[in-house]
């Protein structure tokens, strides 16, 4: 399905994409982008040659999860 028929603002999401692909701004490390609206994912887009199942280094991200996760099962008295 087109994305304009999933996405409020098409046009946007397009410029975005583009800009990822010239590496504009800087985004030429960005390896994928989602995008849900409405509980859908309206664009899975991957660059750089990464593709759907490729693992990505998560870095920080996957501490700052985790932290978040276990503080919430500690209030929760688990």
């Given at each position: 399905m087109p994305l304009?028929?999933?996405s409020k603002k098409p046009e946007k999401i397009e410029e975005?994409?583009?800009q990822i692909k010239s590496e504009k701004y800087a985004w030429g490390k960005q390896d994928s982008l989602l995008i849900y609206q409405g509980?859908?994912?309206v664009v899975e887009e991957y660059f750089n040659g990464y593709?759907?199942?490729d693992?990505?280094?998560l870095a920080s991200v996957s501490k700052s999860?985790?932290?978040l996760l276990i503080g919430?099962?500690?209030t929760e008295g688990k």
């Open positions: 304009s028929e999933n975005l994409i583009k509980g859908k994912l593709r759907r199942n693992p990505h280094p999860i985790t932290s919430g099962l500690i």
